[in-house]
């Protein structure tokens, strides 16, 4: 009896232990999701991006950021603006870009290099984009820090990056709240360049008659009147005539 007991009481302690040992490990962590990066999906999942999604999409700009990330180990940084910075570009102002400027607005928006927030204090201004040349008014990118905060200038306007929708680090992707307008496409045209004023000489010429300007009858260029020429000759005729003429009586 106090074998049977003492075996029960053995078991029981067995169970209990083994119980304690499942109840204290931690659940396993779930999966990270499979398959390539994708800008687009990220973008989804955060949400309030539809108006940048759209253009990644129509201007093939997202399939060359997968391609680019899936292939090679350079590298990106996207910033992207949020729903409410595209509503406060003027009414029609995508519409009236052309293909060309669409493709280069968005990417105006992508560094070809990673850059966490910490780095962001070190880089040296301007930041090159996938948009090109950096050179003042075409596609010149500059960024300041203010303790945590990050500014984004494009000569246009200033955004601030509002947070990082995600990173991991080949790819970070930081909200701002203004869509970022390069110089190349929105700057204002140059006024027309003003006629040079006239000069005293030339508005002296302006001021004379047609007939100042011709030339004076005792220029070397202009030919002799021959009225007086006509009345010597014919004197001379006349005269010779005369003599002949008494001669000959």
């Known amino acids: 009896m106090t074998s049977h007991l003492i075996f029960s009481l053995s078991l029981l302690a067995i169970f209990l232990h083994s119980c304690t ?15 390539p990066t994708n800008i687009t999906k990220i973008l989804e ?29 350079q590298g990106m940084t996207v ?3 949020t729903d409410n910075a595209f509503s406060s570009l003027k009414a029609g102002t995508l519409n009236s870009l052309s293909s ?20 962001f204090q070190t880089v040296s201004n301007p930041l090159r984009t996938q948009a090109g040349d950096t050179s003042p008014g075409d596609f010149p990118l500059n960024v300041t820090t203010s303790g945590n905060q ?14 990082t929708i995600y990173t991991d680090g080949e790819l970070a992707v930081y909200q701002v709240d203004k869509v970022l307008q390069p110089l ?18 030339t508005s002296d010429l302006k001021k004379k008659s047609p007939a100042a300007l011709s030339p004076s009858s005792g220029s ?15 004197v ?12 000959w009586l």
């Open 21 to 35: 040992l499942t109840l204290g490990q931690n659940p396993a962590s779930a999966p990270a999701p499979s398959g």
């Open 45 to 73: 999942k955060a949400g309030q991006f539809t108006t940048f999604i759209r253009l990644l999409r129509t201007t093939q700009a997202g399939d060359q950021i997968n391609t680019q990330l899936n292939n090679s180990k």
């Open 79 to 81: 910033f992207a603006p």
């Open 100 to 119: 060309q400027q669409q493709v280069q607005l968005v990417q105006f928006h992508v560094l070809p290099s990673f850059i966490s927030v910490s780095q």
């Open 150 to 163: 990050v500014n984004v200038s494009t000569g246009i306007v200033d955004a601030t990056v509002g947070n």
């Open 184 to 201: 190349s496409i929105f700057a204002s045209p140059s006024p027309a360049t003003a006629p040079a004023p006239a000069t005293p000489e």
């Open 220 to 234: 070397d260029d202009t030919p002799a009147d021959k009225s007086g020429a006509d009345s010597v000759n014919g």
């Open 236 to 247: 001379a005729v006349l005269g010779i005539g005369a003599f002949c003429f008494a001669f």
